[in-house]
Structure formats: C-alpha cells, structure tokens
C-alpha cells in the first residue's frame, strides 16, 4: 500500500516577521509541502541549521524585498516568515524526512529565535 499522499499532524514553531515564534501543528505529507508554503508565502528553501532541524523560507523572498527576520550565521539573514521542522531519517536507505520538532528540537528552536532575532 502506497502511503506517499497520506498526511501527518507534524509540530513545527512558525517565527512571524515582528512577533514571538509560535508552536503549530500542520498536516503535512512527505509528496505535497503545500502546508509549508501556504505559512512562508512562497516556494521551499530549506536550509539545515543543526544535525536534525531544518528551516523553512520562501526560496525568493530576499529578491521580494521581505524584510530580515533572523540572523543566519556570520554573514546572511533568514527573511520573511520561517518555519523551524525537525528532520528524521531512513535508516534503510538514507533518505531525510521532515517530522515533528522533538521537545528538545523544539527548546533549541525557541532559543533560536530568541537570540537571532533581528529588532526592526
């Protein structure tokens, strides 16, 4: 049986230009990341920002112009909404999968954007 369109409430912490990061939780399926593209308001970027979290942000919203939200680094910002996604993986083949942030992905998420955050 093929479960490759079947949805999984997963937990993510969704970080709102200008306010607190908020936990949510979304339907996603592994075939279709709609549900993460109607919260960043675009196409995926996924940029891994530790051994099993990812982050989620419009792939153009620097060339939109939307304003930075998080400090990425040394030299580079997060823009616009973004979306913190844990990340498991295939033991079988290797394959990377976004799944529920865990409590402890959650805390390191939460402190994060914490002390990224850019004040306008």
Do not use: W
Request: hydrophobic residues 40%; aromatic residues 10%.
């Amino acid at each position: 049986m093929d479960n490759s369109s079947k949805t999984t409430p997963i937990r993510v912490l969704v970080k709102k230009l200008g306010e607190k990061a908020e936990v949510q939780t979304i339907d996603y399926c592994c075939t279709d990341t709609s549900a993460i593209r109607n919260i960043i308001g675009g196409f995926l970027e996924v940029v891994k920002i530790s051994e099993d979290i990812f982050v989620a942000v419009d792939d153009v919203g620097k060339i939109k112009g939307y304003v930075p939200n998080l400090y990425f680094g040394m030299h580079d910002v997060l823009v616009g909404t973004v979306v913190f996604i844990g990340e498991t993986r295939d033991n079988e083949y290797g394959e990377s999968y976004f799944c529920s942030l865990s409590d402890a992905q959650l805390m390191y998420a939460q402190y994060f954007c914490r002390h990224m955050v850019i004040d306008g």
